[in-house]
Nanobody, 122 residues
Framework: QVQLVESGGGLVQAGGSLRLSCAAS????????MGWFRQAPGKEREFVAR????????YYADSVKGRFTISRDNAKNTVYLQMNSLKPEDTAVYYC???????????????WGQGTQVTVSS
């Protein structure tokens, strides 16, 4: 069992930045591949970014490529999402998730956090 707790969300103006954190507890954090997803009102949950267990591989949705950066610190059991040049369309609840495989599919993620709201004003 892994417990995930996101933090760092908030209200920011377009063009601004936020850094989300996801703290993990429970089983060995470094065993898991980590991902970030988001869900806007009335929309399905969508993939944002993922990272391999040793940070060697990252992958981003086209909509955030070049603006968002995923990273992890296994010593701190934490994964981060640095979000720059934020746009109103980035407004959503952001979730971190843990998986046993390197994937973009939400169904393949075993553990989920409760989410943190990000609101970008125009």
């Amino acid at each position: 069992q892994v417990q995930l707790v996101e933090s760092g969300g908030g209200l920011v103006q377009a063009g601004g930045s936020l850094r989300l954190s996801c703290a993990a507890s429970g089983r060995t954090f470094s065993n898991y591949y980590m991902g970030w997803f988001r869900q806007a009102p009335g929309k399905e949950r969508e993939f944002v970014a993922r990272i391999s267990w040793n940070s060697g591989t990252t992958y981003y949705a086209d909509s955030v490529k070049g603006r968002f950066t995923i990273s992890r610190d296994n010593a701190k059991n934490t994964v981060y999402l640095q979000m720059n040049s934020l746009k109103p369309e980035d407004t959503a609840v952001y979730y971190c998730a843990a998986a046993f495989v390197l994937t973009m599919q939400p169904d393949e993620y075993r553990y989920w956090g409760q989410g943190t709201q990000v609101t970008v004003s125009s």
